[in-house]
């Protein structure tokens, strides 16, 4: 209780020039992190170079939590490669193996149909409709490096938005009260 009341004199004592300078701070911060993010995205030729497993259907290779790092390179897409894939109208990319790739000789387009590790059944029916394979342009990237059960904060926070809210309000206070 003691640390409220300090916080509250604190944020009470607030001067303009703090206030500006901590403001400054933090969009430092943010800028820092988008900038990261666009690097990752240029090194790595991928649209999202991390993401997060969200289900158990990669198990055993892929918990769900477990963070993923993508690379989008030149190199043509494989049978057992694992990749990600965003569908049409789908807002949540999956993560999944290849179990099928047929190139067309004509175009040298590839047709890639993929699977859950843990699945009984291949993914045409997580397609759009009318769709029975993924084009190269529906390929997010290539897993090439995860970090396991670390994206589990992610999970926590988007599965229930009061603990971000919490988090967040809790961060900005204290990036507020903080003394430079």
Request: aromatic share 6%.
């Given at each position: 209780?003691?640390?409220?009341?300090?916080?509250?004199a604190?944020?009470?004592s607030?001067?303009l020039r703090?206030?500006l300078h901590?403001?400054?701070t933090?969009?430092?911060?943010?800028?820092?992190?988008?900038m990261?993010?666009?690097t990752?995205?240029?090194i790595?030729?991928?649209?999202?170079?991390?993401?997060v497993v969200?289900?158990?259907s990669?198990?055993?290779?892929?918990?769900?939590?477990?963070?993923?790092?993508?690379?989008m390179?030149r190199?043509?897409?494989?049978?057992?490669?694992?990749?990600?894939?965003?569908?049409?109208n789908?807002?949540?990319?999956i993560?999944h193996?290849?179990?099928e790739?047929?190139e067309?000789r004509?175009?040298?387009?590839?047709?890639?149909?993929?699977?859950g590790?843990?699945?009984?059944?291949?993914?045409?029916?997580l397609?759009?409709p009318?769709?029975?394979?993924?084009?190269?342009q529906?390929?997010?990237?290539?897993?090439?490096?995860?970090?396991?059960?670390?994206?589990?904060a992610?999970?926590?926070?988007?599965?229930?938005?009061?603990i971000?809210?919490?988090?967040?309000g809790?961060?900005?206070?204290?990036?507020i009260?903080s003394?430079d």
């Amino acid at each position: 209780m003691e640390w409220i009341q300090e916080s509250v004199a604190s944020v009470k004592s607030f001067q303009l020039r703090q206030a500006l300078h901590q403001a400054l701070t933090l969009g430092m911060i943010v800028t820092s992190a988008l900038m990261i993010w666009k690097t990752l995205i240029c090194i790595t030729g991928s649209e999202s170079p991390v993401v997060v497993v969200l289900s158990e259907s990669m198990e055993p290779g892929f918990a769900r939590g477990d963070i993923l790092f993508l690379n989008m390179g030149r190199d043509p897409i494989r049978a057992g490669d694992i990749v990600v894939y965003n569908i049409d109208n789908r807002e949540i990319p999956i993560v999944h193996r290849v179990i099928e790739v047929h190139e067309r000789r004509d175009t040298r387009e590839v047709d890639i149909l993929t699977k859950g590790d843990n699945n009984d059944d291949d993914d045409i029916s997580l397609y759009a409709p009318g769709q029975r394979w993924l084009q190269r342009q529906h390929i997010m990237g290539r897993a090439v490096g995860f970090l396991p059960y670390v994206g589990w904060a992610t999970i926590i926070m988007t599965e229930n938005p009061l603990i971000k809210y919490i988090l967040i309000g809790a961060l900005g206070l204290l990036v507020i009260t903080s003394k430079d």
